[in-house]
């Protein structure tokens, strides 16, 4: 791959001005008139070279950086080139290291394909990991901000046609000039999100209400394709958990993420889903194009384990409402099962069905002496759900407390005092990150508009989504799976959030976040096999161009490395002295990502 790399001449001044004359334009548009000049910076670009070839050099619009534009695997010792991290060709513009379908290819024969394994993470061993900067597409523009993004984003982003060609009938995007336009559509509610979403309203409370009113603070969606669904629960104030696998629907999580919805891929196959037990009130199939009937069922028991008691199962799919082809066979299938997990079928109307699961054990207690289902054992569900294998067995149910949005956020619940953190620990917590959040942004410099979609790498007790939770942005609350296991309380408070292990890829395409905020991360990490280096690679790769990242709570000698590798991945780095939860002085890392592009 050759050429040069620039920094971008599409700065966010421009992208101010672009905003601007985007919201005229889309006056414009509903009052008939369509979209036409090209607002960005034009990116040159030169013929590529074979992958394997180095060549070219980096350039900024101030003089040229040194970084080399050739692929570059992961070594042991590492060691990176004094001219920079070398940067990936421009066709590895959309790599995902666990969800690359060149290594999965390779698998295949080792894979159980019945059961969709090539559709969870498959991730690469060490010397077959890529190790260089992947570089933003061609004209790649400063994505538009929340709540434009919502309805459009820039066509050069995602640059791929063939969900607009094939559901473009069923209004889950289309083509508009320089931009993608989403109406609000999927597959079973074409004529858009807000009627389905109140139909489900209709169908849960016998035509009285909406989802708030029965408890929905969270919800799970189930191949999410473009997240539409999510996008219109937010004015309810209802939290989403999107999610799609890497397949044939091409980069559906990719769109979402760019419209700025919380999502992520990932795939029920074989293992448990990254999020605890027992944290949704609702999960959502619409055309989900998930087999929950075969195998036994542990699909379905797998939606058992995550929904809370009185939560809801809707299923908009074929066999709730079709009567020919092998549909009645399947509805059959999926009743018996769900009667085994005592689940009560409240609502059957307009291509939907909606199960409820109950609250006590005596049912669940009953059917396992009779051999229809199997309990699992409480240790099953002790662990964080990390590459944990299915479960064919069901957990016993809990009682459900319905509380408000806002008081869930600072609600002390029990699972934190299982935790041993006291009542007065999570008052202070809750306070010291709202300070934080604050000083961040004032740090930072940057515009509220500016930042929409945010991870807190290492949530601990959710305190930093919480401080957020008014602002315009969402956060991914991620916990490692070998520290203290607070996810569950996290989703106490309402939020969502996954367990990962950052020796990995997350399951994200490049430049899905405009910021990334870590809390002792790399200390945790030094001891477990992976580096300093190997973290701000998947750093670079998930962040967006111009976006920030905050390193705190390290020692000095971590926070010192991070800042003299920092220029070599191409960021920009300030330090600064804020207090910890003990009100100590230390040291907190602010990075921001230069926005480049091969030329």
Not at 100 to 121: A, I, W
Not at 264 to 286: E, G, R
Not at 548 to 575: C, N, Q, Y
Request: hydrophobic share 35%.
């Amino acid at each position: 791959m050759g050429g040069f790399i620039t920094a971008s001449a599409f700065d966010w001044k421009a992208g101010q001005f672009i905003m601007i004359a985007l919201l005229v334009m889309m006056g414009s548009f509903y009052s008939g008139t369509l979209f036409s000049n090209n607002p960005s910076a034009p990116i040159q670009r030169q013929d590529v070279q074979s992958p394997e070839q180095p060549n070219g050099s980096v350039k900024s619009a101030s003089g040229l950086f040194a970084n080399r534009v050739m692929i570059t695997y992961r070594t042991i010792p590492l060691t990176i080139p004094e001219t920079g991290v070398n940067v990936c060709p421009l066709n590895y513009n959309e790599y995902i290291p666990c969800h690359d379908p060149s290594y999965v290819k390779e698998l295949l024969p080792q894979l159980d394909v019945s059961r969709r394994q090539e559709l969870e993470r498959n991730c690469p061993p060490i010397e077959r990991k890529l190790f260089c900067l992947v570089p933003p597409p061609v004209d790649y523009k400063i994505p538009i901000s929340w709540p434009t993004s919502r309805d459009y984003v820039w066509r050069s982003n995602v640059n791929h046609t063939l969900l607009a060609e094939v559901k473009g009938g069923q209004n889950w995007v289309h083509e508009m000039g320089q931009l993608w336009w989403f109406p609000g559509g999927g597959t079973h509610f074409k004529h858009g999100a807000p009627e389905y979403i109140q139909r489900l309203g209709n169908m849960t409370t016998n035509e009285t209400g909406d989802l708030v009113s029965v408890g929905i603070n969270q919800v799970l969606d189930v191949g999410c394709g473009v997240a539409s669904f999510s996008a219109f629960l937010l004015p309810l104030g209802i939290e989403t958990m999107s999610f799609a696998p890497k397949d044939n629907h091409e980069n559906q999580i990719q769109f979402a993420l760019e419209r700025g919805i919380r999502a992520m891929i990932s795939a029920l196959a074989t293992k448990q889903l990254p999020y605890p037990s027992k944290s949704f009130d609702m999960v959502h199939c619409s055309r989900c194009r998930v087999d929950f009937h075969e195998n036994d069922g542990i699909l379905i028991k797998e939606v058992d384990r995550l929904l809370r008691s009185n939560g809801y199962f809707v299923y908009s799919a074929p066999p709730a409402y079709k009567k020919d082809k092998e549909y009645p066979m399947i509805w059959e299938r999926l009743v018996n099962q769900t009667s085994a997990m005592c689940w009560k079928l409240i609502a059957r109307q307009v291509q939907t069905a909606i199960w409820m699961k109950p609250e006590n054990n005596s049912c669940i207690e009953q059917n396992a002496i009779e051999g229809r289902i199997k309990i699992c054992d409480a240790e099953d569900d002790a662990r964080p759900s990390w590459k944990t294998p299915l479960g064919n067995c069901i957990l016993r149910h809990a009682p459900k407390k319905i509380t408000p949005k806002p008081q869930l956020l600072s609600e002390y619940s029990d699972y934190l005092s299982s935790l041993g953190v006291t009542r007065e620990n999570f008052l202070l917590d809750t306070l010291y990150w709202q300070e934080q959040v604050r000083e961040y942004w004032r740090l930072m410099g940057t515009e509220e508009h500016e930042i929409r979609n945010v991870m807190d790498m290492s949530a601990s007790l959710g305190g930093f989504g919480a401080a957020l939770s008014t602002w315009p942005v969402w956060v991914m609350n991620v916990v490692p799976s070998t520290m203290n296991n607070t996810l569950s309380a996290i989703y106490g408070r309402g939020l969502v959030g996954a367990f990962h292990d950052w020796c990995e890829a997350f399951s994200t395409y490049p430049r899905s976040y405009d910021l990334l905020h870590s809390n002792g991360i790399f200390s945790h990490y030094q001891d477990r096999g992976c580096l300093a280096e190997d973290i701000m690679l998947e750093m670079d790769r998930m962040l967006r161009p111009q976006g920030h990242v905050i390193i705190r709570g390290e020692d000095e000698r971590i926070i010192m490395r991070i800042k003299e590798l920092a220029p070599k991945f191409l960021w920009e780095t300030s330090l600064h002295l804020l207090e910890d939860n003990h009100k100590t002085s230390q040291q907190v890392l602010f990075c921001r990502k230069k926005f480049w592009s091969i030329i």
